[in-house]
């Protein structure tokens, strides 16, 4: 194991964050190149923003996230010495692992009289930044033996809730139930310091407790009525719907919502991340939850059998969604299958990132928001206030 530390680390991150940037840009162009021959999700991606925030030109915002990176990676760096408990380099790794993090976040805290106005920084970048960080110091996936614990207790439960919605006659009351049921998955996120703080301290926190928690409606973006209208009418053709954590949020909240489409003859593509990011389900385990959850319903092992239900990589290293580096096998499989419904889970992938942009097809957004600045922010009050946004298709 090779430790860097002083100069040397100062110019490794600088050689390694120029090379990742620049393949990040081929990436991306090979992307819209695909999506805008194929009509994909973006209407133009010249134009599309994904950042909800400008950390360079929001001195507000600044404040508070700079100061909430700085205190959260203290809190990484333990997870990740942990995580690897026969190691007896984890610790030492792990410190430089937060020092170096603190040096990073610093420059870019120097750097916004700089690049204000000239470039966007989100706080999807420092957000990414930590799953950097964490694997050049040899934590991959720090949150594995927690999401493997929560995978198996979520499948073990799953055909209780299924039991739970299907006893509900009343189309409308399922439907509220299945978009409540996504927000409280929503809940189980171990990046959220709020949500962490829980989990360390109620062992018996679940779904229907985290159901007691959300905002109650009318919630803080409450397109519910909206969406609840437009399933009234034709079935959609095809629906990709971008998942975010492992455990109660995507077995509980988004395998019941996605079986609700199947149901109306809806084909969904499920996206999930290329690669671990705090406790967010991967396209591999993704895989591998699917064999088990069709186990415990039959509704869900025929589409995943019959080729009605599949699982893509996203293309994404960290919590956020860009949607210019979705991979070509996506891209291509948005088009081939026709798709008019987008489903954005999460605070990264639909707050952090996308809340404002606009996208070539229906879309639906959820998150419950587990931060209460930010929840002020967008003019909120609760603490675990909700997001149900529901737009039409985007102008051509």
Known sequence: MVYFNGRALVTLITQTKTATISALKLTRFASIRVAMHSRSLLPDPAVYQPDTLDLNTDTQAADY????FRD?????????????????????????????????????????????????????ELLQLNETMLRRFGFPDPWLSQKKLEN???????????????????????W????????????????????????????????????DR?????????????????????????A????????????????PFVRGLLKRGTKVLLCANSEPALNDVTSRELRSLLDECSRECEILAEAWSKGQLLVYANGQTGPCLDMRT????????????????????????????????????????????????????????????????FEPAAPS
């Open 240 to 255: 990709v719907v971008f998942v975010d954590n492992s455990g109660v949020d995507v077995v509980l909240g988004i395998l």
């Open 152 to 174: 198996a207790s979520a499948v073990a439960r799953l055909k209780q809730r299924l039991q739970e919605l299907d006893a509900l006659e009343d189309e409308d009351a399922m």
């Open 326 to 389: 979705l991979p070509q096998e996506l891209c291509e499989a948005i088009a081939a299958n026709e798709t008019d419904l987008l489903v954005i889970e999460g605070m990264g992938r639909a707050v952090h990132t996308n809340l404002n942009a606009r996208f070539g097809c229906e879309t639906l957004k959820l998150a419950v928001i587990k931060n209460r600045w930010l929840a002020k922010y967008l003019g909120g009050e609760a603490m675990f206030a909700v997001i149900c946004k």
């Open 214 to 238: 959300i905002e109650k409606r009318p919630w803080l973006l409450d397109n519910l009525d909206n969406w609840l209208k437009r399933l009234k009418g034709q079935p959609h053709k095809c």
């Open 65 to 68: 996230w700079f100061n909430c």
């Open 72 to 124: 959260m990676v203290e809190k990484f760096a333990k997870v990740a010495a942990k995580s690897q408990p026969e190691d007896h380099t984890a610790l030492q790794r792990a410190e430089q692992f937060q020092a170096a993090y603190l040096q990073q976040v610093e420059e870019h805290r120097r750097n916004v009289p700089v690049n204000c106005g000239k470039t966007v920084l989100g706080t999807s």
């Open 176 to 211: 509220t139930e299945l978009v409540r049921g996504v927000l409280a998955g929503n809940m189980f996120d171990w990046g959220a310091q709020a949500i962490s703080n829980i989990l360390e301290q109620d062992s018996n926190f679940g779904l229907h407790s985290a159901l």
